[in-house]
């Protein structure tokens, strides 16, 4: 497995942010000191470094499959699939839509964490413990993990949690749990179960640590930095048949230009599950000029029954719409998976597959 792409830094679905904290300052009695550094700075830390590796976490600092499998032995990374719609297609006929419509391969979805470091020094200065901290999430649950580098406990973990669902243009709360964890050690702090329900939704965390008198806050709560524990619930299937969940059912040919074609079974069409704000982005909805010219010419690819014309015809549109939410250059990268899964079904639909 490439690590790289299961662990990448600045991708959506396992991500921890250390953002808006807040220190307090130690107690006086205290006889330690706390800092926070992110693992990819570590090169600047030599003496974290060394403490790392003279506990026996020298695979920390690692890349690739060593990393992934030394990670997976303390805490739960779950290797993502490819969409189960695309389970059912044949590699074969998977590259050769690709190829002919110029997209981009089908791949698992990307890990993406960014990975801080617990530091905890004595008076003077030498490193006397290391915290791993993960805050992940997966198309089941939201977890809160740790890895013990040294031998200290941290003395208490909590926080809230709050889940919200998108409905359309709006964002609905959902649910909010909290928890708190004292003397946390090594392994899972908390995990809470939430399947993905919506066609997309985010966690919204805040998380107090507290270790020696000293106290972090980590918070997600403002600007688009709440946005990146978002998870997608895309999907692709015949039109009927698939649930909107907050969003819209993309024809990937219009109805009235199938109707027009002589193709009344619309429902059975294939369609992609898409939020609301993507669907009225699409060259083919509305009553705009410009709609009703690309649906026009989609009846006349019909006409000629140049399917897989039509069908690049619909993703070259699709690439010229950019991501509204700004995470993806263009609509065409930001479904690719489930448009190479409705072009498939769409072929199979006009008799080509």
């Known amino acids: 497995m490439n690590f790289k792409r299961v662990i990448s830094f600045g991708l959506l679905c396992l991500l921890l942010v250390f953002g808006s904290f807040t220190t307090a300052l130690a107690q006086e009695n205290s006889s ?9 700075d570590i090169g600047n830390h030599s003496d974290i470094e060394d403490f790392i590796r003279k506990q026996g976490f020298e695979h920390l600092l690692s890349t690739g ?11 739960d990374f779950t290797e993502m699939e490819k969409p189960l719609i695309l389970r059912e297609i044949s590699d074969s006929d998977i590259e050769e839509i690709v190829n002919e419509l110029g997209l981009n391969m089908p791949e698992p979805q990307e890990i993406t964490i960014e990975e801080n470091l617990l530091v905890e ?13 993960a805050y992940s999430t997966t198309g089941s649950d939201f977890s809160v993990d740790i890895l013990n580098v040294g031998r200290d406990k941290i003395d208490s973990i909590s926080g809230t949690l709050i889940k919200y669902n998108k409905q359309r243009q709006d964002w609905r709360t959902d649910g909010s749990i909290r928890f708190n964890k004292k ?3 090594t392994g899972n702090v908390f995990k809470w179960i939430q399947s993905k329900e919506a066609v997309s939704d985010y966690f919204e965390y805040d998380i107090t640590v507290i270790e020696d008198g000293t106290t972090w806050i980590y918070k997600n709560k403002t600007g688009d930095k709440k946005f990146q524990w978002q998870r997608y619930n895309f999907d692709a299937g015949a039109y009927s048949s698939m649930d ?12 009235s ?7 009344q079974n619309t429902g ?10 993507d669907h009225v982005k699409t060259p083919n909805w509305g009553n705009y000029t410009s709609s009703q010219r690309f649906r026009e010419l989609e009846l006349q690819y019909m006409n000629n029954k140049d399917y897989m014309g039509l069908l690049k015809f619909e993703v070259d549109g699709l690439k010229g719409k950019n991501d509204p939410e700004g995470k993806y250059k263009t609509l065409a990268d930001k479904y690719n ?5 409705a072009s498939y079904l769409a072929l199979q639909f006009w008799g080509v597959k």
């Open 32 to 40: 330690t000191f706390l800092e926070n550094i992110k693992l990819e």
């Open 65 to 75: 499959n060593e990393k992934y499998n030394f990670l997976s032995e303390h805490i």
């Open 121 to 133: 020094r004595s008076p003077d200065n030498a490193v006397s413990n290391v915290w791993y901290l």
């Open 183 to 185: 003397d946390v050690g």
């Open 244 to 255: 909107t969940l907050g969003g819209e059912r993309h024809h990937i040919v219009a109805a």
């Open 257 to 263: 230009s199938l109707e027009k074609a002589g193709f």
């Open 268 to 277: 059975q069409f294939p369609a992609v599950r898409m939020m609301y704000d």
């Open 337 to 341: 998976d489930y448009i190479v899964a």
